[in-house]
C-alpha cells in the first residue's frame, strides 16, 4: 500500500466508525492525517478510536440533524485547527421494495440521511475550509445513483442526489482552492448488507464482470487519493469503483 501525503492535514469522515469509512479513516490515518470519526454509534466510535489512536477525535452524531451537524463541525474545527478533508460515508439503504409499495416513511429516513445529512455536512464544512483557501470533499454515491436498482428506488434516488449535488458545489467552488468529487461504488460487503434482500444482493453481484464484490480497502484507495493534494485538476467529477459494471 503506498503512502499518501496527509502530513498536516485534517480529515472528517462521516460514518467512519465501521465499514468504508473506517477503511477510509485507516487509510488517512496511516498516511499521515489527523482524523475525525462522525457517526451515530457510540460503541463503534470508541472500537475505532482504540484501533486508530489517541490523535483521533470521535464525534457522536445523527447526521440528519442540521443544527447538530453544524455544532460537531465547529467543535471539529477548533479542536484539529481546520478542517481540510471531509468524506461523507454515512448511508443507508433503506428496504427492498417495487416503487408503488414502497414505504413512505422509509423513503423519508433514506433520503434524510443520504442527501439531506450529506448536504449538511458539505454546507457545514465549505466556510470553514474557505478561511484557507484549501479543502477536499470527496461524496460517495452508488452506481445505483446513475443505473438505478429495481427493487431500490429510494436508495438510487438519493445516490442520483448527490451525484447533482457534488457537480453543482463542485463547480461553485472550482475557482477557490477546494476541490469536491464523488464515487460511484458498485456493492462493497459491509454491515449494510443486513439491510438487504438475499435476492436484491445477487442481483447487484450478478451486474459486476469482475464477478466479486468490491473490498473496503479498494474503495479507501481511491476515495483517499481524491482527498489528498495531488487532485488538484478534478473537480465536480464521478469516479467509478463497479468492477465493470457502469457503463457511462
Partial sequence: ????????????????????????????????????????????????????????????????NAAMVDQVARDTADVMGGIDVLVCSAGITGPNNVTWEYPVDDWRKVFDVNVHGLFYCNRAVVPIMQRKNYGRIVNIASVAGKEGNPNAPAYSASKAAVIGLTKSLGKELAKTGIRVNCVTPAAVRTAMFDQMTQQHIDFMLSKIPLGRFGEVEEIAAMICWLASEECSFSTGAVFDLSGGRATY
Fill in 1 to 64: 500500500m503506498n503512502r499518501l501525503d496527509f502530513d498536516k492535514r485534517t480529515a472528517v469522515v462521516t460514518g467512519g466508525a465501521a465499514g468504508i469509512g473506517f477503511a477510509i479513516a485507516k487509510r488517512l490515518a496511516s498516511s499521515g492525517a489527523r482524523v475525525a470519526l462522525w457517526d451515530r454509534d457510540t460503541r463503534a466510535l470508541d472500537a475505532a478510536k482504540a484501533a486508530l489512536g489517541n490523535d483521533t477525535s470521535v464525534h457522536p452524531l445523527d447526521v440528519s
